[in-house]
């Protein structure tokens, strides 16, 4: 990312001071940009969700836009600055949110469901929705609205806070787990020394409870912190 003309970028004190959220669509020096910072978030997006997330270069994204790669930090300080944007774009997609007019479990695990299928749109999500700096207005759009369906329980705002957090935790190893299935961990190893571990692979499948398990972590989850 050393290709950027130094008088289009921020300084590192200024983007450290102001989100990307607060910051001006683009710099105020050079000439007049052929690409708004919207066309940029949406052409990384769909690099990510075809070639993953590594291949989200801000060189990559400006080839995708037939721009060079120098030309972006007239909008973004850095990959970072972009990663934020990419993710917040999506979560955005979690709207229109469900009404939590009725149970309010009910409400939060349709959340929780909605959560599972936007990460398997975008698989890429795992790994960015971690960093604190991704949380913009879309993301705090959505957290307010989880509060507003927990209004009703009695519980202490730092429960429902940690609430939340475990429920997207549960919703991100999901979908890890899912992006992973298929794979045979321990195939080719001698499990002769883990009698009650080899034991338990060799039992035939229960049948399917009736709440999957998704639902049932979720609402354990949930039920346990809150009530």
């Given at each position: 990312?050393?290709?950027a003309?130094?008088?289009?970028?921020p300084?590192?004190?200024?983007?450290?001071?102001?989100?990307i959220?607060?910051?001006?669509?683009?710099?105020?020096?050079?000439?007049?940009?052929?690409?708004s910072r919207d066309?940029?978030v949406?052409?990384?997006i769909?690099l990510?969700?075809?070639?993953g997330?590594?291949?989200?270069?801000?060189r990559?994204?400006?080839?995708?836009?037939?721009?060079?790669?120098?030309?972006?930090?007239?909008?973004l300080?850095?990959?970072?600055?972009?990663?934020?944007?990419?993710t917040d774009?999506?979560?955005g997609?979690?709207?229109?949110?469900?009404?939590?007019?009725?149970?309010?479990?009910d409400?939060?695990?349709?959340?929780?469901?909605?959560?599972?299928?936007?990460?398997?749109?975008?698989p890429?999500?795992?790994?960015?929705?971690h960093?604190?700096?991704a949380?913009?207005?879309e993301?705090l759009?959505?957290?307010?609205?989880?509060?507003?369906?927990?209004?009703p329980?009695?519980?202490?705002?730092?429960?429902?806070?940690?609430?939340?957090?475990?429920?997207?935790?549960?919703?991100s190893?999901?979908?890890?787990?899912?992006?992973?299935?298929?794979?045979?961990p321990f195939?080719g190893?001698?499990l002769?020394?883990?009698?009650?571990?080899?034991?338990?692979l060799s039992?035939?499948?229960?049948?399917?409870?009736?709440r999957?398990?998704?639902?049932?972590?979720?609402?354990?989850?949930?039920?346990?912190?809150?009530?």
């Amino acid at each position: 990312m050393n290709d950027a003309p130094a008088n289009s970028r921020p300084s590192g004190s200024e983007a450290r001071r102001t989100p990307i959220w607060s910051r001006p669509e683009r710099g105020t020096r050079g000439p007049a940009p052929a690409h708004s910072r919207d066309a940029i978030v949406e052409a990384a997006i769909a690099l990510a969700d075809t070639e993953g997330l590594a291949a989200v270069t801000m060189r990559a994204v400006a080839t995708a836009l037939g721009t060079g790669a120098g030309s972006l930090y007239r909008y973004l300080s850095s990959r970072d600055d972009l990663l934020d944007l990419m993710t917040d774009r999506v979560v955005g997609e979690l709207r229109p949110y469900p009404e939590g007019d009725g149970d309010w479990l009910d409400a939060m695990l349709e959340l929780a469901r909605r959560q599972l299928a936007l990460y398997r749109r975008h698989p890429w999500l795992v790994e960015v929705l971690h960093r604190t700096s991704a949380i913009g207005p879309e993301g705090l759009a959505w957290f307010d609205h989880c509060l507003g369906i927990l209004d009703p329980v009695p519980a202490g705002a730092t429960a429902k806070f940690e609430a939340i957090a475990m429920m997207t935790g549960v919703v991100s190893l999901f979908a890890r787990g899912e992006a992973a299935a298929g794979s045979v961990p321990f195939a080719g190893l001698d499990l002769t020394a883990y009698p009650h571990f080899a034991a338990a692979l060799s039992r035939p499948a229960p049948p399917a409870p009736e709440r999957d398990l998704f639902e049932r972590a979720v609402r354990g989850i949930l039920t346990g912190l809150l009530t």
